[in-house]
């Protein structure tokens, strides 16, 4: 079974990833008015959800199992109610996707689930940001997401670690889901700086799924209010005007299938993968249905943009010069730099090879897998009490591979509490594998082979347990 999550910061990184994520697809109506009531609406189910999970403390009660069934139930009504005759598929499908994930949380106690309520937040962003009528505004909601899902992981991992007693202060925990957050997110932005891209904005391929988060211009296909044009014009044909640009009359989402969009290289695509104007960015801040606090955002940032290019505009001459001569420079020493370049990736693989192989520990896994395969299905082990210790020190590197490991002045006993505080679906298994252990390593008499078989059994449904 999968391990338990009874860590508070871990439910609330899921909520805000499952909240940003149907935040991403609210935010496709926004010029309706409706925006902050169905955030509202979609922040009540998800919390009191996650909070029925909570209280739970790591085990699936009749509270959870009731409060499931009530949840499936109002998700299965609410789809043929209100999704469907207002967005019509596949909107509604999404949003199902949201109700039924809001009546799972309730019975969210372990890894495996939140795992899975992660996927659906992904599948509801990514199905966001696919849309026609996905911008650069978006990115309010994208990127804080990003960092609740990074933020989310980090927490899982520290409530695993903290049941094991590797963390103790509340304030430690903070600091390292900060820390491995900022890493991980750092990480990710140098490794997407150095990969070649059309252009540093450009987040997709022409050939492949098109969006307008990525070409920051939602405007080139129709997305103000919903209509979209044939062959990317701009009014006029209301023969191409879909459902009267009412993007919930629930046709709305079938407009690209209707050949609204003629494909990513057809006569209404236009590339413009550039960072917007600082005029389109005050138009966007006046786009109807608007949060008050983004608006202001977004001319904050135009203002600060605009403050930037006036004091830039001096420096820009020296500086254009200056990257001249560091052009011309590095391409008399090209092939020398180009040497130095492939030694330095060298080093930095062989560098990331090595913190890999210590963090994924390889070869602990190799001698896992070669102890189940020896013991476990073969049953190539010594008789008595040697086999019994070969059977025990076998179960010690499972579990050393899966958050418990056996601190050198422990005792078996001191290692069993550690072993059922993380496993404990492992409880009864553990502490008999151990009690033959003690029999064979501290009594008199030679365990019979029937009770050293009894430990390969034991070993063999620890391992397919773990």
Not at 12 to 29: I, K
Not at 123 to 128: I, P, R, S, T
Not at 296 to 323: G, T, Y
Request: charged share 20%; net charge positive.
């Amino acid at each position: 079974m999968s391990p338990p999550i009874t860590y508070f910061p871990a439910y609330v990184g899921l909520f805000a990833s499952l909240l940003l994520g149907v935040t991403c697809n609210a935010y496709l109506d926004i010029e309706y008015g409706s925006f902050g009531a169905e955030v509202l609406l979609w922040a009540i189910a998800f919390g009191l959800s996650l909070g029925i999970a909570w209280r739970q403390r790591g085990e699936v009660g009749e509270n959870g199992e009731f409060a499931q069934k009530v949840g499936v139930v109002i998700a299965v009504l609410a789809t043929f109610v209100i999704f469907m005759p207002m967005w019509g598929m596949p909107r509604a499908g999404l949003y199902l996707l949201a109700g039924l994930q809001a009546a799972t949380n309730c019975v969210t106690v372990n890894r495996r689930k939140f795992r899975l309520g992660l996927l659906a937040s992904a599948v509801m962003v990514m199905f966001a940001t696919a849309h026609y009528r996905a911008d650069w505004t978006m990115l309010f909601y994208l990127v804080p997401y990003i960092f609740a899902v990074v933020f989310t992981l980090v927490a899982e991992q520290v409530s695993t670690r903290a049941a094991t007693g590797l963390a103790h202060s509340g304030g430690g925990q903070a600091l390292a889901i900060i820390a491995a957050s900022t890493c991980i997110l750092g990480l990710a932005f140098v490794l997407y700086s150095a990969t070649p891209q059309v252009s540093r904005l450009s987040m997709f391929w022409k050939y492949g799924q098109p969006t307008d988060i990525a070409r920051l211009k939602a405007g080139d296909h129709g997305s103000d209010g919903g209509k979209l044009l044939k062959g990317g014009s701009s009014g006029g044909d209301e023969a191409s005007d879909l459902n009267g640009g009412d993007g919930r009359t629930g046709q709305g989402d079938q407009d690209i299938a209707n050949g609204g969009i003629d494909g990513p290289s057809g006569p209404g695509y236009r590339e413009s993968s550039r960072w917007p104007t600082l005029a389109e960015m005050r138009d966007a801040a006046k786009r109807p249905g608007m949060p008050r606090w983004q608006s202001r955002s977004i001319e904050s940032v135009a203002e600060v943009l605009e403050n930037i290019q006036l004091q830039a505009v001096p420096l820009m001459k020296p500086l254009q010069d200056l990257l001249d001569r560091v052009g011309d420079y590095c391409s008399g020493k090209k092939d020398e730099l180009l040497k130095w370049l492939a030694w330095l990736i060298a080093l930095a693989l062989l560098i990331a090879a090595w913190f890999l192989a210590r963090e994924t520990r390889g070869l602990q896994w190799l001698r896992m897998n070669f102890d189940y395969l020896r013991f476990g299905i073969l049953g190539w082990r010594a008789h008595g009490n040697a086999g019994a210790l070969q059977l025990y020190h076998a179960a010690e590197r499972l579990f050393a591979l899966h958050h418990v490991e056996r601190g050198s002045g422990q005792s078996a006993r001191e290692y069993l509490v550690n072993v059922q505080r993380v496993h404990y679906n492992l409880h009864e298994d553990s502490a008999e594998l151990i009690a033959l252990f003690e029999r064979a390593r501290y009594g008199k008499l030679a365990l019979p082979d029937t009770e050293v078989e009894r430990m390969r059994a034991l070993y063999r449904r620890m391992y397919r347990q773990v």
